[in-house]
């Protein structure tokens, strides 16, 4: 049971490149969610799929877009990479989404891709 | 406007010694809060949560503390050990705005042998 799985563990790129970044969890959950995180700064949602089939947008969804493959699968795209897309990106699963079941609500986090762009 | 936040950004504790990590909301709206444990070069791991209809909660050496009238949650650690070296952060669900999840910054502590 690996949890929460991403890939790259690392990726530089340079202004408006595009990369995918991906996340596959093997728990079966419904939710999963995409997050970046800078320095002095607490996470930030960026786009979060409550059940497969569906997306939405967080706190920071500008210069994204996200797909559910699958309920296993949610990948991150940057279409045009910019210098202030220089984050560590973390992915994570839930049970369930928000408003649900509060034991089910916890978040189980992937190792992080951690980006830079030139 | 309404933020999680953390009152201190560093802890230095004796191995052996209990520690408190604190966290203040603003957000009287907020219904659930969590602690997460951040390890260098890894990604968040789930510690503790509590809802807003409750005071305290435990856990295996951890203690989770609300206090709704300040708007105030503190993260107890007890006997710390140095494992437990790492930063740590409080997140709160904000029920009337879609349940967004909001993530302080954190606070590193550092647990000296």
């Known amino acids: 049971n690996a949890g929460v799985t991403q890939t790259p563990k690392f990726q530089v790129l340079k202004t408006g490149q595009s990369m995918t970044l991906q996340c596959a969890q093997d728990?079966?959950?419904?939710?999963m969610y995409w997050y970046r995180q800078d320095p002095g700064m607490g996470l930030r949602l960026i786009y979060y799929s409550a059940s497969e089939g569906t997306t939405d947008k967080g706190e920071v969804p500008n210069g994204y877009n996200v797909s559910r493959l699958n309920k296993r699968e949610f990948s991150l795209r940057l279409e045009s990479a910019a210098p202030s897309q220089t984050s560590v990106y973390f992915c994570a699963s839930s049970s369930s989404g928000p408003g649900f079941f509060f034991d089910q609500e916890t978040q189980y986090f992937g190792p992080g891709t951690r980006l830079l762009v030139l | 406007g309404e933020s999680v936040g953390l009152h201190l950004p560093t802890l230095s504790v004796q191995e052996g010694d209990n520690s408190i990590i604190n966290c203040a909301y603003s957000n009287s709206a907020s219904d659930y809060f969590i602690w997460y444990k951040q390890e260098s070069g890894k990604g968040p791991q789930f510690i503790i949560d509590?809802?807003?209809?409750?005071d305290k909660r435990q856990g295996q050496r951890v203690t989770v503390l609300l206090n709704k009238t300040v708007k105030h949650l503190s993260l107890q650690i007890a006997a710390t050990q140095p494992g437990d070296s790492a930063v740590y952060f409080c997140a709160e669900r904000d029920y009337y705005n879609n349940n967004d999840m909001r993530f302080g910054a954190g606070t590193r502590l550092t647990v000296k042998p």
């Open positions: 728990m079966n959950h419904n939710s």
């Open positions: 509590i809802r807003s209809n409750m």
